[in-house]
């Protein structure tokens, strides 16, 4: 299916993301306005006005519209279906990601160990420091990072990645004929100066509407393999993204601040309630992600030697090698071992970066 009947389908009124990509997999090598009207009032008899748009093609002055605009401002229009699309948003557990997205810049989408760093609108000084530290940490690892171009820690989290030199990818929540907030224009040129990208799922001429904001979050965190929260309240858009994170299976940090700060009862929550692991530095995220340890975890020659397993140790190790993860009680069960011996044990091997602890107090096997 050629673009502009790509383009043309996310303008039929009722057909949204998840009816689009059903209907691309039951045709994935037609074009869906081509296919004969007895196949169309079949797929569509109970919708009979998506049927009448698709055999007027209706939405294509609309996408004839939009693909120039694209085409004017070397903006590309990634579909489902294309190569260059993010396979981590195709794998999101949701079918109702984007079935089109409109990507300005170069940046890839499908990089290795991105992640993405959220938090208030309102950051403080300590906040947008913070921020900086860890971008500045996971230039080790080339870290790209993924954020939303709003005010406060977004705004800190795609400079620290420019200032560090990193690739940053910023998710907007309307179309690419403007920036909002607009204070933010700079910074958005310096984005795509740069190397990286402005993203989103909305066509040009798309009003700024806040309900959209919210939607442009499970962007954020199905671009990513982690999304760290800095500073959040109670409330808040990044604490709806780091939720979303969650249900996709992917990990959730949160770097804390000081107890009493406002901004920081978001992340400290986060931790208590074991829906984010700690996120003191960026070797706490490679720890947790698997990656090979660089920073200041790592020997001087970059090769971390492996410690020896006690023999109770090696039957913990057996145990978790067996299963992606296990609980405190089925490990005990799986070895044996008394509860509080089994946790003794865990301990150790924790501290040992040999074990790893997930939410949900389930434990896996660092593999070296």
């Given at each position: 299916?050629?673009?502009?009947?790509?383009?043309?389908?996310?303008?039929?009124?009722?057909?949204?993301?998840?009816?689009?990509?059903?209907?691309?997999?039951?045709?994935?090598?037609?074009?869906?306005?081509?296919?004969?009207?007895?196949?169309?009032?079949?797929?569509?008899?109970?919708?009979?006005?998506?049927?009448?748009?698709?055999?007027?093609?209706?939405?294509?002055?609309?996408?004839?519209?939009?693909?120039?605009?694209?085409?004017?401002?070397?903006?590309?229009?990634?579909?489902?279906?294309?190569?260059?699309?993010?396979?981590?948003?195709?794998r999101a557990e949701t079918e109702d990601c984007p079935a089109l997205l409109y990507v300005m810049g170069s940046a890839d989408l499908n990089p290795d160990r991105p992640v993405a760093i959220v938090g208030t609108r309102?950051?403080?000084?300590?906040?947008?420091?913070?921020?900086?530290?860890?971008?500045?940490?996971?230039?080790?690892?080339?870290?790209?990072?993924?954020?939303?171009?709003?005010?406060?820690?977004?705004?800190?989290?795609?400079?620290?990645?420019?200032?560090?030199?990193?690739?940053?990818?910023?998710?907007?929540?309307?179309?690419?004929?403007?920036?909002?907030?607009?204070q933010n224009r700079p910074l958005a040129k310096r984005i795509l100066d740069n190397g990286g990208a402005l993203v989103t799922e909305y066509p040009s001429s798309t009003a700024i509407n806040p309900r959209f904001f919210?939607?442009?979050?499970?962007?954020?965190?199905?671009?990513?393999?982690?999304?760290?929260?800095?500073?959040?309240?109670?409330?808040?858009?990044?604490?709806?993204?780091?939720?979303?994170?969650?249900?996709?299976?992917?990990?959730?940090?949160?770097?804390?601040?000081?107890?009493?700060?406002?901004?920081?009862?978001?992340?400290?929550?986060?931790?208590?309630?074991?829906?984010?692991?700690?996120?003191?530095?960026?070797?706490?995220?490679?720890?947790?992600?698997?990656?090979?340890?660089?920073?200041?975890?790592?020997?001087?020659?970059?090769?971390?030697?492996?410690?020896?397993?006690?023999?109770?140790?090696?039957?913990?190790?057996?145990?978790?090698?067996?299963?992606?993860?296990?609980?405190?009680?089925?490990?005990?069960?799986?070895?044996?071992?008394?509860?509080?011996?089994?946790?003794?044990?865990?301990?150790?091997?924790?501290?040992?970066?040999?074990?790893?602890?997930?939410?949900?107090?389930?434990?896996?096997?660092?593999?070296?």
């Amino acid at each position: 299916m050629e673009i502009l009947s790509q383009i043309a389908l996310t303008f039929i009124p009722g057909l949204g993301n998840t009816s689009i990509r059903r209907l691309v997999d039951l045709y994935p090598d037609e074009d869906i306005f081509a296919l004969p009207a007895s196949e169309l009032k079949t797929v569509f008899a109970d919708h009979p006005a998506i049927l009448g748009h698709i055999q007027g093609k209706s939405s294509f002055p609309r996408a004839e519209q939009e693909l120039a605009f694209c085409e004017k401002n070397r903006i590309r229009p990634l579909f489902f279906t294309s190569p260059d699309y993010p396979e981590r948003l195709n794998r999101a557990e949701t079918e109702d990601c984007p079935a089109l997205l409109y990507v300005m810049g170069s940046a890839d989408l499908n990089p290795d160990r991105p992640v993405a760093i959220v938090g208030t609108r309102r950051a403080t000084p300590q906040g947008r420091d913070n921020t900086d530290r860890l971008v500045s940490q996971l230039k080790a690892y080339n870290t790209p990072i993924i954020s939303g171009l709003a005010y406060g820690i977004d705004t800190a989290s795609h400079t620290a990645a420019l200032d560090h030199s990193l690739p940053t990818v910023a998710v907007l929540g309307h179309g690419l004929d403007r920036i909002y907030p607009a204070q933010n224009r700079p910074l958005a040129k310096r984005i795509l100066d740069n190397g990286g990208a402005l993203v989103t799922e909305y066509p040009s001429s798309t009003a700024i509407n806040p309900r959209f904001f919210p939607a442009r979050n499970r962007i954020i965190a199905a671009l990513a393999d982690a999304t760290v929260v800095v500073e959040a309240s109670d409330k808040g858009g990044a604490l709806i993204t780091a939720a979303i994170a969650a249900s996709y299976h992917r990990d959730v940090f949160a770097l804390p601040g000081r107890l009493t700060d406002t901004y920081s009862r978001g992340t400290i929550n986060l931790i208590a309630t074991n829906r984010a692991l700690l996120a003191r530095n960026a070797d706490d995220i490679a720890f947790q992600l698997g990656w090979p340890l660089i920073g200041r975890q790592a020997t001087l020659d970059g090769i971390q030697e492996t410690p020896r397993l006690s023999p109770d140790e090696q039957k913990i190790a057996d145990a978790l090698r067996d299963s992606d993860h296990l609980t405190l009680d089925e490990l005990a069960a799986a070895t044996s071992f008394s509860l509080p011996k089994t946790a003794g044990i865990l301990f150790t091997m924790e501290m040992a970066k040999q074990v790893r602890t997930l939410p949900g107090h389930l434990y896996q096997l660092v593999k070296s």
